[in-house]
């Protein structure tokens, strides 16, 4: 085995498995872009501090540089014997320039090193969830405004409960995509803090300038404890909490594609481009990538569960375990940027089924709250109204008779004051028009979500 970096007080060489089980390469190495801007931003530090002489800190920029447009042309090769992607950074950086590159690692640790790149790696990717995600909420703002006078029944216990308006259901994911947008940003504020300066875990005693540093790579702020700046892995938990909740939006939604896709229900037909056929049935036509992403909603919640199990007892500062850090947030970038991609373009491609919709409202009682509010309106208390409606329903499922088929003669029978403008507020489309509550199903107020979350994108 070669001798390791860290090698003066060994006196034996490690055994391969060893090494291999320590290392991180295999993964960490999806950082090195962040590692080669993270040791930049260090090495004009130490030239602005003069820590290093401004000539050999323009040598080790120079093959900073040679490097980053090696690994842009895929011409680096990583090393397992060189454990994680820090150190074979620094190996690569001795070839290039020799021996000035030790001075690299003035007033730095890995600890810190590795901190800083996943803070940048994280803060990066947070801008093109957030970007896929206002994505996502336009091609809903876009499906709703088409859809605000679209009848379809809304659900309780997967029972019909009343008529609502498909926009008014869009919007309510909208909602939730919102106040997911809105963790995100949060998420951001704590990515955005430089941990370089920190070094092992107590700071170091030549005259750094963490400011510039944290300037240089475009950080707002710079950790004000450093014993935290090399122990707070709280910004990746808050980023694979949010990407779980998000997920789980994705989840629901999806099952609900899944289901309205089926026979039964027929609300809606996938695109070509986002459904499968079989191999054996040459009929079908499967949701498959509605599937993937709820199944998917798993491994996010798994790599959540995973880093706050791996968190919970370790002492500060560093210690090993949080190396296991790493793969569980790029999986869960990697799972949460196509999934929010497929659904956008899933949802935005999907034939609505606006006949079927409206027929489901039809001869399903959904329309009973209605009666019983026209009889409370005419004065009757609403739990006599509901005891009287129910006893029609009853009637009706026994003798297949709708609400709106009951002759006016036998609503009179039951009340003298219901007249025969109750089989218009029987309708579905009055019962959802008429909703005019605020944040209710009626059109006007899908129309007013809709012009508030049009402001909201704007912004
Ligand atoms: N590969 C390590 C990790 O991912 C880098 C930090 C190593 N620090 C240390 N003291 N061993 O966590």
Known sequence: AIKKMWGGRFEAAGAQWVDEFGASIGFDQLMAYEDLEGSLAHVKMLKHTQILSAEEADQIIAGLETLQQKLAAGELKFSVANEDIHMNMEVL????????????????????????DLHLYLKYRLETVISELKHLQEVIIAKASANVETIMPGYTHLQHAQPISYGHYLMAYYQMFKRDLERFEFNKLHTDISPLGAAALAGTTFPIDQHFSAKELGFSAVYENSLDAVSDRDFVLEFLSNASILMM???????????????????????????????????????????????????????????????????????????????????????????????SGMLETA???????????????????????????????????????????????????????????????????????????????????????????????????????KQDLAK
Not at 93 to 116: C, F
Not at 406 to 424: F, N, S, T
């Open 351 to 453: 034939k609505v089924n606006k006949e079927k919709m409206l027929a489901a409202t039809e001869n399903d009682f959904s329309n009973a709250t209605e009666l019983a509010d026209y009889l409370a309106t005419k004065g009757i208390p609403f739990r006599q109204a509901h005891a009287i409606v129910g006893q029609l329903v009853l009637e009706g499922l026994k003798t297949n008779t709708s609400l709106q088929a009951i002759p006016l003669a036998r609503y009179q029978e039951i009340d003298p004051k219901i007249g025969a403008d109750v089989y218009e507020d029987l309708k579905a489309y009055v019962a959802v028009k008429r909703r005019h509550s605020y944040g209710g199903t009626g059109f006007d107020q899908v129309k007013r979500q809709i012009d508030l979350a």
């Open 93 to 116: 950086l001795t070839e290039e320039i020799g021996p000035v590159a030790g001075k690299l690692h003035t007033a730095r640790s890995r600890n810190d090193q590795v901190a800083t």
């Open 249 to 343: 939006h994705l989840s629901r939604f999806c099952e609900e594609i899944i289901s309205w896709c089926s026979y039964e229900f027929g609300y809606l037909e996938l695109a070509d481009q986002y459904a499968t056929g079989s191999s054996i049935m040459p009929q079908k036509k499967n949701p498959d990538m509605a599937e993937l992403i709820r199944g998917k909603s798993g491994r996010v919640f798994g790599d959540l569960m995973g880093l706050l199990t791996t968190m919970k007892g370790l002492p500060l500062a560093y210690n090993k375990d949080m190396q296991e850090d790493k793969e569980g947030v790029f999986d869960a970038v990697k799972t949460i940027i196509p999934s929010l991609k497929i659904f």
